[in-house]
């Protein structure tokens, strides 16, 4: 029994932060059409900035990460403007190509650069931050109070995604372009600034899920596209542009994981892909897509 | 007048390992992995360019070429027969996945056949029995490098050729309509699905032969090897680089990015591969369309070469 609790926390912790970073990953191919292929990244630099501020500054993992968020924001602004917005307005097919290219291209250079600059300042390539908290006893069941504690967050920063998505100016015109670009550019939305701002609210989601990596395992300069191509299964899994869509498909990813790997070690994330197949046969628009 | 400059091209090709020259053998090497690509990069176009469905997966037909031989060949099989099993392992696998993933669409393809890259290489870990999982997986032992040469630039001329013929064929003339707009093509009566399905074999058995030889070129081969994320991308960058769906596109790109990751390399002691992502960022940004659309290539590429014909 205790196990299957610690089973179903480990999975659902997996896969709100897999669901995080998939849906700054969705909302982003939604609004600009762009397929994102140095999503991963942010991930995989949020984790560092984390862990560079904590070597400099010392402190609470979770403080820090905050000052990292603002950053990612910048970061992934600066990021649509200056790489993204030049290929947006091409016709789809050559978008497509300029995107796989663009992306890949930035994904390489900002992997490798990371690696180099943890070899200047002499860094174990895999870093991580130590940090804990006492336990939780429930009866047989144990549970640490940072996977609780992160699991709070991460359902505090769904909770407030969803929010910003439903009421906000922002938010509603996000989910307008992800329907219909043109309708949305019609009814006054400025789809540029607008894919801007995704991109930003992307990399900041994704630098959250980085500095929960960073805090609960580690990160390394070669974990982004891996990451990347885990969460374009989720977004595949769950359905495009909807929150839900990424949440389940992030939880069925992380329990599966959890539980298969139980197990069998080495099956946990295979059987997570073959899910996905599955469901691709079965529902080819994803569990809750809708085009 | 132009066949004949390919002819001799061909020619000192041929020559290149037999040349005597001090670096011959270097270059043999160097030229070995260039013609890989090409072939990886123009069988991939075939279904990314003509077709355009951009396949992120189809390093797995590699793969499971590669494995395939190097499975049977351990068992037993006699070489030729597991080279021939391999391809045909690759073509199945090919025609099996069809049906699954072309039930998707655009973007959407694209995201399930890289997660298949990725479902592959966990498998080859999972099915320890078969792949020797993270071990990798030895064949017997020799020197191939000139042996490899020659059938690698035979493969080079034959992906090239047969690319052209199914261009200009009316099996080309499907897919370029399917491209175009698949509801209309299927209205006009294009057998879309078979279409799908059959353009994906053709542009998986070049792959599954290429993995069986690699497999015995290189002697050791390991998931990473053969279904890692960059193998994956890079033939498919290739393509896009020098153009998609023009014949000699995947040939100028597979050139480029060889020689500047080459030099890179060589040049750089650290950061070549971010110098080698700049160089792709680059194409992306201010190349939509690859090098052959650019304006003076194109216009040249009209004017002399045979390879540009089929567009």
């Not at chain 1, 359902?155 to 929010?163: E, I, M, S, V």
């Not at chain 1, 801007?196 to 609960?216: H, P, Q, R, Y």
């Not at chain 1, 974990?223 to 069925?252: D, E, F, N, Q, R």
Request: proline letters at 4%; one cysteine or more; charged letters at 10%.
């Amino acid at each position: 029994m205790e196990t299957y609790v610690q089973l179903i926390v480990l999975g659902l912790l997996h896969g709100g932060i897999y669901a995080l970073a998939a849906f700054g990953l969705s909302i982003v191919f939604g609004v600009s059409g762009v397929l994102n292929l140095a999503h991963g990244e942010f991930l995989m630099l949020g984790g560092m900035g984390v862990f560079a501020l904590r070597s400099l500054l010392g402190g609470n993992p979770f403080v820090l990460a905050l000052l990292v968020l603002p950053a990612a924001f910048v970061a992934g602004y600066v990021f649509e403007l200056g790489l993204i917005r030049p290929i947006a307005a091409r016709d789809e097919r050559s978008r497509v190509a300029s995107a796989v290219l663009v992306t890949l291209g930035a994904a390489l250079f900002i992997e490798d650069a990371t690696a180099f600059v943890l070899r200047l300042s002499g860094t174990d390539y895999d870093v991580s931050v130590p940090y804990t908290l006492p336990s939780l006893f429930v009866g047989d069941i144990v549970i640490s109070y940072l996977r609780l504690l992160v699991l709070v967050l991460i359902t505090l920063l769904t909770l407030a995604l969803g929010y910003y998505l439903k009421v906000t100016y922002t938010g509603m015109a996000l989910r307008a372009t992800t329907q219909n670009r043109r309708g949305a550019l019609l009814t006054g939305v400025d789809t540029g600034r607008l894919s801007s701002i995704t991109f930003g609210i992307g990399a900041v989601l994704a630098a959250a899920a980085g500095a929960f990596e960073v805090v609960l395992a580690s990160v390394d300069p070669s974990l982004g596209l891996p990451v990347t191509l885990k969460y374009l299964c989720i977004i595949v899994l769950g359905g495009l542009g909807s929150l839900m869509g990424a949440l389940v498909g992030g939880a069925i990813l992380g329990l599966t994981e959890q539980f298969v790997g139980f197990y069998s070690p080495a099956w946990g994330q295979t059987a997570a892909f073959f899910i996905l197949v599955v469901v691709l046969l079965v529902r080819p628009r994803g569990l809750f897509g809708t085009y | 007048m132009r066949a004949l400059a390919l002819l001799v091209l061909l020619g000192v090709l041929a020559l290149v390992p037999v040349s005597g020259v001090e670096w011959a053998g270097y270059l043999s090497r160097v030229l070995v992995l260039l013609f890989i690509y090409i072939v990886l990069a123009q069988s991939y176009d075939l279904v990314g360019g003509h077709m355009g469905y951009v396949n992120l997966g189809h390093v797995t037909f590699f793969g499971v070429g590669g494995y395939a031989l190097g499975i049977l060949w351990n068992a037993g099989v006699p070489f030729l027969g597991a080279l021939a099993l391999a391809t045909a392992s690759s073509v199945a696998f090919a025609g099996v996945i069809s049906y699954p993933f072309f039930r998707l669409r655009g973007a959407y393809f694209s995201l399930a056949t890289f997660g298949l890259v990725q479902l592959m290489q966990y498998s080859v870990l999972n099915f320890k029995e078969l792949t020797q999982g993270s071990y990798g997986l030895k064949v017997p032992a020799g020197e191939r490098l000139l042996p490899m040469y020659y059938l690698t630039l035979g493969l080079v001329v034959a992906v090239v050729w047969s690319s052209r013929a199914i261009a200009r064929s009316r099996l080309g003339l499907a897919m370029r309509s399917i491209r175009e707009d698949e509801e209309v093509a299927a209205d006009f009566g294009v057998p879309v699905l078979r279409t799908k399905a059959i353009a994906l074999m053709i542009s998986a058995s070049f792959p599954g032969l290429l993995g069986g030889l690699f497999t015995w070129y290189i002697l050791y081969i390991n998931p990473e090897m053969l279904f890692g994320i960059e193998i994956a991308l890079t033939p498919v960058a290739m393509a896009m680089l020098g153009g998609s769906g023009v014949l000699a596109g995947p040939i100028i790109g597979a050139i480029i990015l060889r020689v500047a990751e080459e030099t890179l390399g060589t040049m750089l002691l650290y950061l070549h591969t971010a110098m080698y992502g700049l160089v792709i960022l680059a194409v992306g940004l201010f190349m939509p369309g690859g090098v052959v659309r650019l304006g003076p290539v194109a216009r040249w590429l009209e004017r002399r070469s045979p390879l540009a014909g089929a567009r």
